[in-house]
């Protein structure tokens, strides 16, 4: 592993773990966006008169709720 210059008082390897918690979180709000657009465009197409309508509704209210937690925990990274 490279060397990353930090300030002083910071451990390298420390630094390392939280950039790659935050590439994690980065690549799964990515995800959960790009899911969401999907879920809302079949709904909106007709989806929502599927038996499966209900179901994709609540995936895109827990997903949403994930990626405001996502945002919370990158905003406060």
Known sequence: ??????????DNE????????????????VLCEKFIFLLDSWLRRGGAQTRYGERARALVGALTQITCIIEDILNNA
Do not use: D, N, Q
């Not at 420390?14 to 709000?29: D, G, M």
């Open 1 to 10: 592993m490279s060397v990353l210059p930090v300030a002083s008082g910071v």
């Open 14 to 29: 420390e630094l390392c773990t939280i950039l790659r918690k935050f590439a994690v979180h980065s690549v799964f709000y």
